[in-house]
Antibody, heavy 129, light 107 residues
Framework: QVQLVESGGGVVQPGRSLRLSCAASGFTFSSYGMHWVRQAPGKGLEWVAVIWYDGINKYYADSVKGRFAISRDNSDNTFFLQMNSLRVEDTAVYYC??????????????????????WGQGTTVTVSS | DIQMTQSPSTLSASVGDRVTITCRASQSISSWLAWYQQKPGKAPNLLIYQASSLQSGVPSRFSGSGSGTEFTLTISSLQPDDFATYYCQQYNSYGYTFGQGTKLEIK
């Protein structure tokens, strides 16, 4: 069945790095854009980053731009979130999620985007000294 | 970024009630709005996309409406399984943004 499984969470000191992974199965991974969304303890959902199906187009929330990097390996059905210069406020459950269809751009339409229909179970990142 | 504001933040209701949650965008997002349900300790679950399209497998008691800046999620007859937190989310542009959530509680 369609499934996403995150891994790589843990406890890390401020300023250090961590790499999250999300393994996909049950669908043609290379055809979909993939997202990271996080949720701080007791708080709401915050979108973090997206990588398009092609692995070329990547977009980030302002709160993580320049510190986090999203990437994917379509040959291995996996995508990643490299988190550098971690801050206490990055503490959260990190979810990976799939788009319902692949976002893109067309000259006749401009950019177009989709909601997220498949989510992983989440991996917890705690940034603390 | 586009700001999304949900109301109410908390809603107390009984099984069988009809409930409505409102979501307002700080600028027009056309119909690029989704609704998610989240239960404690679980990942969000997509209910509605493109403002009014029901995601496959979601019960028909859930419905969405609206366009531009004002949207609603309606549950026609609350079931015990519906008590959860609901989030709206705009996907008109990056960065995607979510509403702050509406916690639906049992009265």
């Amino acid at each position: 069945q369609v499934q996403l499984v995150e891994s790589g969470g843990g406890v890390v000191q401020p300023g250090r790095s961590l790499r999250l992974s999300c393994a996909a199965s049950g669908f043609t991974f290379s055809s979909y854009g993939m997202h990271w969304v996080r949720q701080a303890p007791g708080k709401g959902l915050e979108w973090v980053a997206v990588i398009w199906y092609d692995g070329i187009n990547k977009y980030y929330a302002d709160s993580v731009k320049g510190r986090f990097a999203i990437s994917r390996d379509n040959s291995d059905n996996t995508f990643f979130l490299q988190m550098n210069s971690l801050r206490v406020e990055d503490t959260a459950v990190y979810y990976c999620a799939r788009e319902t269809q692949s976002s893109g751009w067309l000259p006749t339409r401009g950019y177009y985007y989709y909601a997220m229909d498949v989510w992983g179970q989440g991996t917890t990142v705690t940034v603390s000294s | 970024d586009i700001q999304m504001t949900q109301s109410p933040s908390t809603l107390s209701a009984s099984v069988g009630d009809r409930v409505t949650i409102t979501c307002r965008a700080s600028q027009s997002i056309s119909s690029w709005l989704a609704w998610y349900q989240q239960k404690p300790g679980k990942a969000p679950n997509l209910l509605i996309y493109q403002a009014s399209s029901l995601q496959s497998g979601v019960p028909s008691r859930f419905s969405g409406s609206g366009s531009g800046t004002e949207f609603t999620l309606t549950i026609s007859s609350l079931q015990p399984d519906d008590f959860a937190t609901y989030y709206c989310q705009q996907y008109n542009s990056y960065g995607y943004t979510f509403g702050q959530g509406t916690k639906l509680e049992i009265k």
